[in-house]
């Protein structure tokens, strides 16, 4: 069959998003406005398949919004949804082929266990025989097989979890959709499920998104972390990524215990700078991004567990104040003041030589794996 | 499943309960039983009835065609109106439940609002309507539609559009508790699995609001069956309900066991309706 060239050209647009490699689900340039409010975007994601991609943020950074853009209970402003390809912006959520588990389960009350996993399979009219082997399959996959006929008011909060799970995969979705599925249990079956979910994905290798404020679950569960604020992404990394190399201030102070220290570039070679935090004082640092010369001011990033604290005699920055003591048991967390007036913090073992460390003291700092931030960027 | 928690606190609730209970056994229990035992003794025209045991009450009631049509007439007429106060309740519980808050207020006052005039009032409405000098009237004459005044008043329809519109609030109340109540998500995840609309309000919506349903639908049905001043002003001579049948025997022919026994089987089918009801919402889930 011979196409004619803007034919040709227009299917070659619809399959952008199998240009990439391997993107499953390409968010072009989406945009969801409010009236005047822009509570979203412009935001571009590439979902790639098979992968655990997660949606990290504080509330109201924009993350659910996204996902309900994607399971298509939200209609973006603007920009492009493309699932395999294919547009699917204007699909409505019955015809996305999306598996959404939310923060509540949302399981219908008034329907047994195995009737809730069967919904889906009933609305795609799959014959009766093949939809009590696929439930009490899903059954088996998420740990529970004896609750079919159980309601759910009859279970408990982790097993409601799993059954919304097993309902939103038991229609083989291409995406499967987490909103905080994990929020409403308590801290240690938080844990358990974690591992758990992770686990089930992998063994399933559907590609999923998984919305959390968590960073911890972020941390212990993705391959790709999308950092969110204020309705646009800040980064997107593996969570070593994120976690070692942030790129802006927000990132640095959202994930895990960073201090943030300002002060001007004196030298740079390659990624490595040397910058003056006040009074002279010089530590090295790395760039995490290029364009960070001589002269430009800089954010450095340090993490408790990363300075070293160092008293008289031995080789440090000297002219810190301690600020504040905290006795955690295993480790001692302290609060430094730089002479300059800016904060730190500090976190070293409980052994002798700091146990008797009082606040007010003059000690030393060592500076390790130090990240420089641009100032412009935060 | 939430009765347990109420263990320690059962003295205090029980004290709580003994005001309303001694108003109900004085004023209803007590009252009950008495027209009941009335029921079964015999008429006197001069002293209402005789301290003698007897079923012909019952027996005259059931057998009597003027009788009988009345207590079906009465139900066939609670049952119409039942049928669309349902759906014109369900329709409108449902949109108050699905619109913005600021607006739902005003309209949720405007469906009271009907509840704090009287019946007699509301009634009197529709006569001004509908009577041969009414509204109704002067806008079909006016159109050209009709030459001359057309019988709205005392006929069944007019008896039933009437009641429908009386009982409404009674109907759209425990719809509306029903759907709000229910899990907001619940709507987006069965579409998200595929269910499409209509599919999700019958699957979904529909049954879980069935509660209000059967609530709404029992007192709207005791409610009109139980019904006097609507069917006589409105109906006329052509509609009479078991209402106006108990009010005609007991104070203007004086015949109070039959009065009592008609009382009684109004009494015997509403309380029938209202356990069944309670059947009905006993069913867990």
Known sequence: MLLSAPVL?????????????????TLDKIVKRYGTT?????????????ELLTLLGPSGCGKTTTLHIIAGLTRPTEGQLLLSGRDITSLAPPYRDMGLVFQNYALFPHRTIGQNIAFGLRMRKVPKDEITTRVRRMLEIVGLPNVADR????????????????RALVIEPSILLLDEPLSNLDAL????MRLEL??????????????????????????????????????VGSPEDLYDRPQTRFAAQFIGEASLIEGDVVEREGEDLVVDIGHGLLVPARAVTAGMGRGTRAILMTRPERVELTIAGEDGIAGMRIAKRVFQGERILFDLETPGGQNFQCSVPSIEKYRDLKPGQQVG?????????????? | MTQEKGHRSAPFAAALLAPVSILYLVFLIVPIGYFLAVSFLKYSPERLYLPELTTDNYRRLLSDGYYRQIIYDTFRISAIVTLFSLIFGYTLAYFLSRMKSAWRGILMFLIIAPLMTGVIVRTYGWIVLLGSDGLVNRL???????????GLLNTEPTVIVALVHIMLPYMVFPIFSSLVSQDPHLVPAASTLGA????????????LSRSGIVMGSALVFTLTAGSIVTPELLGGRNVTMLGQTIYQLILSTFNWPLGAAVAAILVVCQFSVISLYFRKMRRAY
């Open chain 1, 365 to 378: 700092a060592r500076f390790q794996e130090c990240r420089a931030i641009p100032v412009s960027r935060s």
């Open chain 2, 196 to 207: 499409r609309p209509l599919r999700t309000f019958f699957e979904v919506t529909l049954p």
């Open chain 1, 38 to 50: 822009t509570a979203l975007g412009p935001v571009d994601i590439q979902v790639k398949k098979g």
């Open chain 1, 198 to 235: 992770r686990e089930i994905q992998q063994r399933l290798g559907i590609t999923t998104i998984f919305v959390t404020h968590d960073q911890d679950e972020a941390f212990e569960m993705s391959d790709r972390v999308i950092l969110m604020n204020s309705g646009n992404i800040e980064q």
């Open chain 2, 140 to 150: 079909l004459i006016g159109l050209g539609l009709v030459s001359s005044p057309i």
């Open chain 1, 9 to 25: 050209r227009r299917s070659l647009v619809r399959l952008k998003g199998f240009n990439d490699v391997q993107s499953v689900l």
């Open chain 1, 151 to 166: 309601f759910p008011h009859q279970l408990s909060g982790g097993q409601r979890q799993r059954v919304a799970l097993a």
């Open chain 1, 189 to 192: 079956l938080r844990k358990k």
